[in-house]
């Protein structure tokens, strides 16, 4: 690996362009973790890189300010972990004047997941089917994420700064703590464990009185309105930051949902009395959604079939 200053001007490039390889990905994510001068040096090359793009974009006239990473195809059975570092910090306010040019969009195909760390030294796991959005300027007046999928934070704690998750039904309010929420739009389930620390839970409609307050080990559902507060049982099901997926006696009309999410695939359920069946076991998300589907047969009668023209997967 080069010396520091040089992979500062040509790793890091590359890197913003999104042409490293992952293992120098992680280098980079090791060395901005090392020192908060490389955590400056690294907002400095960003805010610089940005401009560029700027400048470059105005020319061609295409003001799009998303950042989206590589797609995979589900039927790919492949899913190389994407490690996203990002650094918001006041970038081209006086350049920038539509609002919409002012957000940040980090989008996750389906088969993959992504690692962000933002300004304010926040880390965030994105997984599959994933967006978290928020302003350029985050961290220096509020801290808002605005969440469509499912993320495990883990907070750095100010309290005179508290950190919102929002996301299609509720708010999450954070000072410092580690939780995975998981809330897809279109959705009518929200999903909230907490593992370090506490959060508060409001209604989205409702931003003065919390739903709910968690504590360690706590988990928040809440289903076509009915909510549910639980213990956590096992943090399998936080491995998913790994590319393991893990269901405990979960019915399998949930497995199947969150294939669909994961894997961008439409599955066709024929047979209704499928959905009574329940599922316990552990799959690896670069195995691909074939693999999971052949490994469940084997305890829950069922045949299926691939229409790769239709994205389908019907269930007999």
Not at 244 to 251: E, K, M, S, V
Not at 256 to 270: E, P, T
Request: charged letters at 25%; aromatic letters at 10%.
């Amino acid at each position: 690996m080069k010396s520091a200053n040089t992979m500062e001007q040509e790793t890091l490039y590359k890197y913003f362009n999104g042409l490293t390889t992952q293992d120098e990905e992680m280098y980079i994510l090791d060395w901005v973790e090392a020192s908060e001068e490389n955590r400056k040096r690294l907002q400095t090359e960003r805010m610089l890189f940005d401009i560029s793009l700027f400048s470059e974009t105005q020319e061609k006239q295409k003001p799009s300010r998303r950042y989206i990473l590589p797609i995979l195809k589900w039927t790919a059975g492949v899913a190389a972990t994407v490690v996203v570092l990002l650094s918001c910090s006041i970038l081209l306010n006086e350049i920038l004047n539509d609002d919409t040019l002012r957000m940040q969009t980090i989008t996750v195909p389906a088969g993959q997941r992504a690692h962000i760390v933002l300004a304010d030294g926040t880390t965030v796991w994105l997984n599959s089917q994933s967006t978290l959005t928020y302003h350029n300027n985050f961290g220096s007046k509020d801290r808002n994420v605005t969440l469509n999928g499912e993320a495990f934070f883990d907070v750095t704690p100010n309290k005179k700064v508290p950190f919102f998750v929002n996301t299609q039904q509720n708010q999450i309010r954070v000072v410092g703590t580690k939780f995975n929420v998981c809330s897809y739009d279109g959705t009518d389930s929200f999903e909230a464990a907490l593992i370090e620390g506490i959060i508060d839970v409001f209604d989205v409609n409702d931003d003065a009185t919390p739903i709910a307050r968690l504590k360690k080990d706590d988990i928040l559902v809440i289903s076509n309105g009915i909510s549910e507060h639980e213990r956590i049982e096992s943090y399998d099901f936080l491995r998913w930051r790994e590319g393991l997926y893990c269901f405990d006696d979960a019915p399998i009309s949930e497995v199947f949902d969150k294939l669909k999410k994961y894997y961008n695939v439409n599955i066709v359920i024929d047979n209704p009395a499928l959905l009574d069946y329940r599922c316990t076991g552990k799959f690896k998300e670069k195995d691909g959604i074939e693999h999971i589907l052949r490994v469940l047969q084997r305890d829950n009668k069922f045949t299926f079939k691939t229409n790769v023209d239709t994205n389908t997967i019907t269930i007999n």
